[in-house]
DNA sequence: TCATTTCCGTTGTAAAAACAACAGACTTGT
DNA sequence: ACAAGTCTGTTGTTTTTACAACGGAAATGA
């Protein structure tokens, strides 16, 4: 669990705590690490949880699949960052999505009660911890709204050019790799994949943009 | 501003704290009321804000217009719920959308800061106020993924008994009404309105659905 | 009460997406 | 190195949606 120290530094959740501090937080925590095969659920549609889990190695899909067997990518988890978050509160319901392993990973799970009522030892750092957690989960939210003004847009085209910036000025720069392969892109967004695929070529041609596998650039 | 104590009572932000205790916290917390008319927004996309909002009366709309001129409604805001939270953060950014007064209505704003910081005076109940405010944007989260869920069917007729469902689900009852009109029904589900209406009357003569203006019962 | 506006369903047409099926390029694992 | 599987773009067909325009019902307001 120890290797995961400086990772965890760097995560919105532990931001501004020190290495010394997080290594005795994560006893006063009671943090344990599980680890998972690529394809495997992490969590799934259904369950009742009362943890909060940080990714500290590979990268999950939290996502839906419908009777139908549509499948619908919510969103997508890199190492460093948190899920599971809007189930914080108590009474929040069965789980309504599942969290897969598209690589092999590591979690670290966090009692969430030990978190947000102050602890026994009172360390130095808690209420820090508790703070982060609010701003991450307040910025989780943006995300979300995000998201739902990409998804409201008509067309796949609209959808596509809602998404492309979006990642274009997340990373500053007008050419940037993103997370997903065309069918998960496709999941992600919302619509069948061979028709994103085809707009996809059809905006390259309009000059709108390029690409090379996962890598684009907007022009 | 007494006059809203009552109906503060009973938010989920003022939650298990009582009318005297309300009172002083308006103070300590610096709340200020604003009105509106139907039709004037509150708030616009692009504004910088440091304040949680409660909506003590009227109804709101949380929207966003694009260039062509579709219309989203993100949410809908009524009496006794809060909005803005997701921008209580520091360096949380412009505000994404538009919030419109749909009818008359009657606003409290509280300065973040007071709230997420410690009071001075040490209020006896405002660390109670700041876990309320924790599990309603959690809350909201969980609401946001909901909408995401229903937004990301791919047929007008499936976005329309998910949102129907979610909606007898929180009514406990196959019959209840909806706070739209087709028109924003269409806008909250991102689809047009007339391709909706007549998919609403397929529905009803499919044996699916029966309604009378705002008022649904699924069969 | 009457005029005006809003709301809702309907229709027809054009545009777009979903779906299915396929072939070539690329990966992966043995 | 080779076989199996995956990923991506392409095409054609069917289904669904968007758009525009209209009429009647209901609500609003002077």
Avoid at 6 to 26: A, D, H, R, V
Wanted: aromatic share 10%.
């Amino acid at each position: 669990m120890k290797k995961y120290i400086p990772i965890l530094k760097n995560t919105k959740l532990f931001s501004g705590i020190s290495e010394e501090e997080i290594n005795t937080m994560l006893s006063c925590l009671q943090a344990k690490l599980c680890t998972y095969k690529k394809g495997e659920y992490v969590l799934r549609q259904g369950e009742y949880i009362d943890n909060i889990m940080v990714l500290v190695e590979g990268k999950l899909h939290i996502q839906r699949d419908d009777y139908w067997g549509n499948r619908s990518i919510i969103n997508m988890v890199g190492v460093g960052e948190m899920f599971g978050e809007a189930y914080a509160a108590p009474e929040s319901g069965a789980l309504m999505n599942d969290v897969l392993a598209v690589e092999d990973c590591a979690v670290l799970f966090f009692d969430v009660k030990r978190i947000i009522t102050v602890c026994p030892a009172a360390c130095r750092f808690h209420s820090m911890v508790v703070q982060n957690l609010f701003f991450a989960i307040s910025e989780k939210n943006r995300q979300l709204m995000q998201k739902l003004g990409c998804m409201s847009r008509r067309t796949t085209r609209e959808k596509l050019i809602s998404y492309l910036s979006e990642e274009a000025k997340r990373h500053n720069s007008s050419s940037f790799s993103i997370p997903f392969n065309r069918q998960q892109l496709a999941d992600y967004l919302s619509v069948d994949r061979s028709a994103m695929s085809g707009e996809l070529c059809r905006m390259r041609d309009d000059g709108l943009i390029e690409f090379d596998k996962n890598r684009f650039t907007l022009l």
